[in-house]
């Protein structure tokens, strides 16, 4: 599909073809009762009423467990004030951190960062990933536009603070500074676009997610594959062609997780989608499970997707993905719901894959989000969830995943923790579709 300059890496990548989600697989994305999860409905009290939650994440330990200090476990997701009409909420995006004993009781630990004269980096703060590391915390994020600009850019390169610490004691959890910010990786304009490169949708450089395998150091992130103009990629059809999203990967050198070299993509979607939203990789059964989040909207003409949970699967990191469910397609919402929720994490536990999101619209199901601006500014804010969404539970078969379950809204179990019995696991049918 692509020039074979940008299909082919160099260097330690010589001789590399990346990985392709093409137009064929894609063409078989359609729900099913594996992979609708059910009906959303409200919490009886959202995690924090005075804050707009979305893109949310969990401390981890270098070996990608979820993280367990004095008893608590720590998410860090994106967050504004819940007076803000959701549609302006990524222009003022702040992380934040929240903690829980039981994984189900969240308490709000306030801002990540402290905002002085050394960071953090950007206008604002967007999606990222934490390490908990020998004491150290490193809060990676998206570093998006420039401090002190006068108008909002879309300028985006990976962004590290590190320093912070965690303290306990009776009254809750505190993570806190001095952190050293610095940016880690930029496009470099022959694996990933520019923002100067960009002909189409809006370019991505974000999202970094730290993995660790067999002892070498990676940081995944969103990004686009250069497509020259009259490349024959797509046919020569320059409207598919700013469809260009790929997943990232950059190595470190020495194992030092403030230090990365771009590497070639791990999966790129040419033709196919412009966002491959917060990859992430889940090891289980030595095979790589990789997941990405996009939108409806994203697909290339010709093609009918949703705003869904995708994922593929190698028998190495570096291997040759395969979509599951041979379309990619893994978790997503109801149609009669289709933006209920978004942006999901998945992560190992015992025989089940687990995956988080963010409670985004509902009670609204017209075929596309652009028209919740012609809602009144009340009606954006009602529907508008802005907490954590029910865990999905998912079974896990070689390259078949179905959904089995839910747990309640913002559940995240440990580990070793036993999950109730799935809930159409005891006879119980699967509901239709209208019926949620």
């Known amino acids: 599909m692509q020039d074979d300059a940008v299909r082919n890496a160099s260097n330690e990548d010589a001789g590399r073809r990346t990985p392709a989600w093409t137009r064929d697989h894609a063409a078989g994305i359609e729900r099913s009762e594996d992979t609708v999860a059910p009906i959303i409905y409200p919490p009886e009290a959202p995690v924090d009423s005075d804050l707009h939650i979305w893109d949310t994440w969990f401390l981890r330990e270098r070996d990608n467990s979820l993280a367990e200090i004095d008893g608590y476990r720590v998410i860090f997701a994106l967050t504004s004030s819940s007076e803000l009409l959701p549609g302006k909420r990524h222009d003022v995006a702040t992380i934040r951190y929240f ?27 967007w999606a990222g990933c934490a390490l908990y590391d020998r004491g150290e915390v490193f809060s990676y994020y998206t570093a998006s536009g420039r401090r002190g600009e006068e108008e909002l850019t879309y300028t985006q390169r990976l962004a590290v603070g ?14 806190e500074g001095p ?124 093609l009918d997707g949703y705003d869904a949970l995708y994922g593929f699967v190698a028998d190495s990191l570096r291997g040759e993905y395969e979509p599951l469910n041979g379309s990619g397609l893994v978790l997503t919402n109801p149609s009669n719901a289709p933006f209920q929720a978004y942006s999901w994490l998945a992560f190992d536990h ?39 969404a029910p865990t999905v539970r998912l079974k896990l078969d070689g390259n078949h995943t ?9 559940h995240l179990p440990l580990p070793n923790e036993k999950l109730p019995e799935p809930w159409w696991g005891r006879g119980e049918r699967l509901p239709d579709e209208g019926e949620y």
């Open 350 to 388: 015992g025989n089940e894959l687990l995956a988080t999101s963010f409670f985004n619209y509902f009670e609204f199901g017209r075929p596309s989000l652009d028209e919740v601006a012609v809602l009144p500014e009340a009606e954006q804010l009602r529907r508008f969830g802005g907490t954590l």
């Open 402 to 410: 179905r959904i089995v379950g839910t747990l309640e809204h913002g």
């Open 99 to 125: 903690y829980s004993r039981d994984g189900k009781e969240w308490e709000t630990g306030g801002p990540v960062f402290d905002v002085d004269e050394k960071g953090p980096l950007g206008s604002r703060q």
């Open 179 to 302: 952190w050293t910010h610095e940016v880690l990786l930029e496009p470099d304009g022959e694996y990933y676009e520019t923002e100067a490169q960009s002909r189409g949708m809006i370019y991505t450089f974000r999202d970094p997610w730290f993995f660790e395998d067999d002892g070498t150091t990676y940081l995944l992130f969103e990004a686009n594959t250069p497509v020259s103009e009259g490349s024959d990629a797509c046919g020569g059809d320059p409207a598919q062609q700013e469809f260009n999203g790929s997943v990232g990967i950059a190595e470190s050198p020495t194992g030092d997780p403030t230090e990365f070299e771009l590497r070639a993509p791990l999966l790129d979607a040419v033709c196919v989608n412009q966002e491959l939203e917060r990859p992430h990789v889940v090891r289980r059964d030595g095979r790589y499970y990789l997941f990405i989040s996009s939108h409806d909207h994203t697909f290339a003409p010709g």
């Open 162 to 175: 590190h320093g912070g610490a965690i303290e306990t004691d009776e009254n809750g959890l505190r993570i």
